[in-house]
Structures are given as C-alpha cells and as structure tokens.
C-alpha cells in the first residue's frame, strides 16, 4: 500500500458565502433556453469575476505600453505590473523564486516549451520517458513528438478499474535509461488526484527530473512548489478565473539554466550580432517577443481574487459539492460513474446505457445545463476504461448544491426521453 | 420545431429500431465514416445492381441523430439509383448546413424532420455523417471523414 497524500484538509471546513461569490460572475446570471444557466463545464474553462474584468479594464485604461523597453511612464508601469504578477504566482504556488515563474500561452505551450528546451538536449536515443494512462494529450503528443525524432521511447502508467495510477508498476518502469517523468497532478476527464509528491520522490532517488501537468489541480488545491518539490509545473490562466492566452511553467532554475530556449526573438536576447547571440538571463530567456500583458496581469488579478477566498475553502466547498452530486446521481438507473478514486477534485464522468453522451450534452443544454461530452483529449484513458465518450459534469467553488439538484432532474428527464 | 421533441417524434424511434441496421454478406460498394470530433464512426454497406442500389445496411457506435439519420437514410434511397441518391446526399446536406430552403422545391420528404439540426452546430456533422459515408461507399472511397481534408462530397467518381 503506496502513500496517497491528503488532497484536502477536513479539519479546515471554513464556509463560503456562495450567493455572494456567484455575484461577482456576471456570466452567471445568464439564461439559456429560457432557463438559468447552470455551468458544470468548469474543467474545461472556469468563469471570470468582476474583479479580474475591471483590472483588465484598468490596465487597458491607465497602464498599457510595452513591458521592458521604453524609458517612459507606462512602459515603466506596466513592465511594474507585469513582474509583480509573476510575483503573485511565485506566492500563489510557493516557489522559491519569481524568476522560476514563465509566462507561456497555456498549459499546452509550458509543455511544449520543456520538451523543447530540455527533452530535445538532455534526451537521446534509447532513452526513456514515463507517462501515465491518465494524461491529457497535450502531455502526450509532445513527447511522442520527441521520441521519433530522438528514437526514445515513452513508457506507461497503468490504471486500475477506478481512475488511479498503479503505483507500484510506476516504480518498475523505471531502469538505467529513464530521462523523464510527465504526470498530471489531476486528471481533467477523471478527476482522480494523482499521488504526484510521492511519485516525484521516487523519480528523484533515481536522479530522474518530473513534469506536472497541473492544470486541473491549481485552480482547486492548494499547490506548493517547494513541498511537492517538482521540476516543472505547468497550468494555465483559464480554468482558473483568468483570461485565455496566459499560463504558467514553473521550472527550478537549476533546471531552466541549462536549458536552451523555445522560441528566439525581442525580450530573450542580451545581445544580437549576426555572429553570435547571448541570451537573456531566465525567465526572460523563454519570453520571446513581446508577452500578453494584460492577460499576465489579468492571472495575477484572478490570483487575488481565489487567494481572497482561500484555495483550502474553495478545495473543501468543491468536495462537498462532489460527494451531494455523487450521491445524488447514483441512483439514477443505467447510469455509471466513470472514475471512482478515492482521492477526487470535483469532477463527475458517467455514462449510462444505451444512451450516447451527445445526446445528454445536446437535451441537457435545452435545460440551460452545460456540461462536456466526448472523449475529453484523453482517449487512452477512455480505450482503457472501455468507455467511447463520456458526460462530464465539473464543478468550481461559485456552483450551488441547488444547481447540483437542478442538473440531476434534468438529467432524469433528458433520460426519461429515451426509455 | 424544437430540439426535444425533434428527439421525442422522429429521432427516438429509429435510433430505437433502426431500420436495415447490420451488415451485407459480399457487398458491392462499402465505406466506413469517421467522426473524429466525437470517436464516432459509422459502416455503409450496399449492393448496385447496375445503377440501382438494391441492397443497403449499416452498423456503428454512434449517438442517436446520427443513427437516426442513417437509419431513415436507408429507407430512403433503398431502391433508388446511384444518380438520385446523389441528388438526396447534396440536397440533405445543404439542409442541415442551413443553405438550402425547406419550403422551396426539393426531394427530402420526411427526411426536413432533420431540418432543424442546423440550428445546433456541434451537431450538424453527426446527421451529416451518413450521408457522407454513403457517397463515399458509392464513389468507391473506403474510409471517409466528417474532417477530411478533400471533402468527400466532390471527391472523384471512382478515385480509391
């Protein structure tokens, strides 16, 4: 029996004033079909508050220039802002330093930018990379990519019945030959909480550095660079009250200092002749050309906000709200949760029998539901659960136990059409 | 006509008995259509006695528009020949695209129930499906898809 970590602290149950929260979504209020929007497609991309709204706007109205160039006031200004919200990140995540922090487009862009600044220098032909079974495919193609053009080869966590990794076949993958370790910290089409502090420990007593996917674990844990003592970590801005186009890699600057840059141009430079080149000091040296600003500042604004409420609260609301909609839905006859780990963000994949998830997707929407059907950009994991496509309900801390109850009875009645 | 009780009056019954659901020993002509938004994919099966298509049957994993769709589209051109099962894959198409007139003149028959699938987006390549398979199946085009870069609708009689 391997360590799973407490994803969640029990004993911290402070409580949410949800009505208060939800008015801070404009886009809540909305009616669709004629009917309240209940929005439980929170895993693909979360909603924006007011708050992050009116910084952009502020930004846009008093602060906009181009950051690290001009002498003048609003380049000074927003160059200011720009680094302090690499700062909020640095906090946000517990990272040793703000230079550890790179602003990429996105979760998909911060793995592209590992595995091509480190996995295409430091991994060979013959070498090794493990994967697990659960990951999304932009933690996948990417290094399928690497291994045809290195010859290395990519090897794979199992998963058991329930959505979780098999721990102990992780730890007999590993030999002489392995590079690399991507894992994701939760799984997007699952919700399973993968053991990733444990896993990263048993990669580094064998020197073997680890990426984490965290894209659908910052925006409902509370993620601590330094106790998790990952290599990299990647998420985006999205699905985490912020604006689209921004995210995150953080990388140990050990790490980050040997490796070569992703994309050349403005901003990653020191000096440019036409003999020879001397890039920028980290993280600047993987920011090439000019960053979104406002949408970096809209992350640090968004970063606020969830820091405001707390990311313990919001972790142990969400799991409240996953347990009543567990409940809730269990009963409901043909229907099969897909992804039962004992360790779960709030997260409700299901399918039910004789009735295809686009269907559910298509009526539940005449309801004003909005919930993601399909394969979730993780189709081994749905060949190894034997599932074609799944519905996916995913929550966030500003959705209600009466939206849970509202999306179960129309879910009844879009089922009730097909008896 | 509303997205529920399109389900609810038409849909429903075909994806519930579908209509020459199975597959053909030796069939002259057959395709198999992908979607690969959605994993689905879908087995056309028929039988042209000389330009008459006497013999038709599909099989797949699909959700309920598209096997409704397949289903009340092999009714349909059972017995008709391959030049007016064209006219009906063009025509039907345009229909769910929005681009073509219900009211106006056209061959559709009860086939306008799917009419209404141009109002949902993300579903108009589900009912389209079919549709394209057949034309591929006619055409001698084993394997189509709703994302192929040719799209099969122009592809080239008898190009494999």
């Known amino acids: ?419 | 006509m509303n997205t529920k009780s399109l389900y609810q009056e038409v849909i429903l019954d075909h994806n519930r008995k579908p209509r020459n659901y199975g597959v053909l020993e030796k069939p002259s002509h057959q395709a198999v259509g992908h979607n690969p938004l959605c994993g689905d994919h879908l087995d056309i099966a028929l039988d042209l006695e000389g330009e008459r298509i006497d013999r038709i049957a599909f099989k797949g994993e699909s959700c309920a528009i598209c096997k409704a769709s397949a289903s009340m589209m092999t009714t349909v051109v059972k017995g008709k020949t391959r030049a007016d099962a064209e006219t009906l894959i063009e025509e039907f198409r345009d229909m769910a695209m929005g681009k073509l007139d219900v009211e106006g003149p056209h061959h559709l028959g009860r086939l306008t129930v799917f009419a209404g699938v141009r109002d949902l987006p993300t579903r108009v390549k589900c009912a389209i499906l079919p549709w394209h398979t057949l034309h591929a199946a006619l055409n001698s085009v084993t394997t189509t898809s709703t994302e192929a870069e040719d799209d099969p609708m122009h592809a080239a009689i008898g190009d494999a």
């Open chain 1, 1 to 419: 029996m391997k360590l799973i970590e407490p994803a969640l602290e029990p004993q911290f149950t402070s409580m949410l004033d949800v009505e208060r929260i939800r008015a801070d979504f404009p886009i809540l209020g909305l009616q669709v079909e004629g009917k309240p929007l209940v929005y439980l497609d929170n895993a693909a991309s979360s909603q924006m508050p007011r708050q992050v709204m009116d910084r952009l706007v502020r930004y846009q109205t008093t602060q906009h220039a181009n950051v690290n160039r001009g002498v003048h006031y609003l380049s000074e200004t927003a160059t200011a802002e720009y680094e302090q919200s690499r700062r909020k990140v640095q906090h946000f995540i517990n990272a040793r330093e703000d230079r550890e922090v790179i602003f990429t487009s996105g979760t998909t862009d911060s793995i592209n930018l590992v595995m091509h600044g480190y996995g295409r220098k430091f991994i060979g032909p013959g070498d090794e990379i493990i994967l697990t079974t659960l990951e999304h495919h932009s933690n996948i193609v990417p290094w399928q990519m690497l291994a045809e053009e290195k010859g290395a080869k990519i090897r794979v966590v199992p998963i058991n019945d329930a959505g979780e990794l098999h721990i102990d076949e992780y730890e007999r993958l590993f030999n002489e030959r392995t590079k690399f370790v991507g894992v994701m910290h939760v799984s997007n089409a699952l919700g399973t909480i993968n053991p990733i502090k444990h896993m990263i420990a048993v990669a580094h007593q064998r020197g073997v550095p680890v990426l984490v996917d965290g894209a659908q674990a910052a925006p409902h844990l509370t993620v601590d660079m330094q106790d998790l003592d990952c290599d990299f970590y990647a998420f985006s801005a999205h699905k985490l009250c912020g604006p689209t186009g921004i995210g995150v890699l953080y990388g140990k600057a050990e790490f980050l200092e040997r490796m070569q840059p992703y994309k050349g141009g403005g901003d990653m430079i020191l000096s440019v002749t036409f003999e020879k080149t001397v890039y920028n000091s980290i993280p600047h040296k993987f920011e090439a050309g000019t960053p979104p600003i406002a949408a970096a500042i809209g992350l640090g604004a968004a970063i606020d906000y969830l820091s405001g409420i707390g990311m313990s609260a919001i972790a142990s609301y969400e799991h409240r709200l996953l347990e009543y909609a567990t409940e809730q839905i269990r009963d409901i006859p043909g229907l099969r949760i897909i992804g039962t780990a004992a360790q779960k963000t709030a997260v409700l994949s299901f399918e039910v029998e004789g009735v295809h998830p686009h269907d559910i997707g298509t009526l539940l929407n005449q309801e004003g539901v909005a919930v993601r059907t399909g394969h979730h950009c993780a189709q081994p994991v749905m060949l190894r659960l034997k599932v074609p496509a799944t519905t996916r309900a995913s929550f966030a801390f500003y959705n209600t136990m009466a939206e849970v109850d509202a999306f179960i009875t129309s879910l009844r009645a879009v089922l009730e059409i097909f008896r």
